[in-house]
């Protein structure tokens, strides 16, 4: 597995380059990084080439400046170039999970002919969607900093039994240790950036569901997720795969499930 690094608009961005084939653009979500993807990657089969990048701030990229607002507007620009920068010129498979999706998604809704499928793990691109407990206390300011500061491995370990008790408690602990203060800082900024669904998300959750109406789509979810409800699912113009056994990190809690189901995806489209 091969670990890269591009400059976009002078933001470093370390991903995951491995295998030759058809594109696919994995993104993972929070507090994750592209090593997230890991159990999963062995078990899909060849004739692929995955990329899998950090989001800017997590993981060994590079974090945005600091006046800079990554909302929609500039995550629909951002992976294009991130594309080009990688010498990616046909199109791509997209995969994206939790806030994944409001990273990426802005730029299938801009950049539709550029994609070739969206395959969907639990996440949001709704201008309804509801935040969840955490969110409501990382968007006020200091009370944020000050549980980024608390927050350790017990308290993520008691976390993920809760909500994705089937996740190995080694990757419980190697994801904490990926946290670092640049992450946690980003971490803060992204859920202060998206605070306002209705704001946010309009006019590009109309925009997405256009441009998803001529793109296969695959929607697979753990309704026992916390976060984002099951309702949400139904959301992208598909008729959504439930999992009623696993929650929010359906493909750490069964890898071999997702890749199966997803390569199977992929046959269908090339």
Do not use: C
């Amino acid at each position: 597995m091969a670990d890269r690094e591009v400059s976009v608009d002078g933001v470093k961005v370390v991903y995951t380059d491995r295998g030759e084939g058809a594109p696919l653009l994995l993104m993972h979500g929070n507090p994750d990084t592209r090593h997230s993807w890991e159990p999963m990657l062995g078990k899909l089969g060849k004739g692929l080439r995955i990329l899998a990048p950090d989001f800017p701030g997590f993981g060994d990229s590079q974090p945005f400046p600091a006046e800079v607002d990554f909302g929609p507007d500039l995550m629909a620009d951002f992976w294009d170039k991130f594309l080009d920068a990688a010498t990616v010129s046909e199109p791509v498979h997209v995969v994206v999970h939790d806030f994944g999706g409001p990273w990426l998604l802005p730029w299938v809704a801009s950049q539709a002919q550029r994609v070739k499928s969206v395959f969907i793990l639990n996440t949001l691109f709704q201008r309804d969607y509801p935040w969840h407990s955490w969110a409501r206390i990382w968007q006020r300011p200091v009370m944020g900093e000050m549980s980024m500061l608390i927050f350790n491995r017990y308290m993520m370990r008691r976390e993920m039994r809760a909500y994705a008790p089937g996740v190995p408690p080694e990757l419980v602990d190697e994801g904490y240790s990926r946290m670092h203060r640049t992450m946690r800082r980003t971490l803060l900024r992204t859920y202060r950036a998206y605070s306002r669904p209705a704001e946010v998300f309009d006019p590009w959750e109309q925009r997405l569901s256009e441009a998803l109406a001529d793109i296969p789509v695959y929607v697979l979810w753990g309704d026992q997720d916390p976060y984002i409800g099951k309702e949400f699912a139904e959301r992208y113009g598909v008729g959504a795969d439930h999992r009623p056994d696993l929650g929010h990190w359906l493909h750490l809690q069964e890898p071999g499930l997702v890749a199966e189901t997803l390569g199977t995806f992929l046959q269908d489209y090339g």
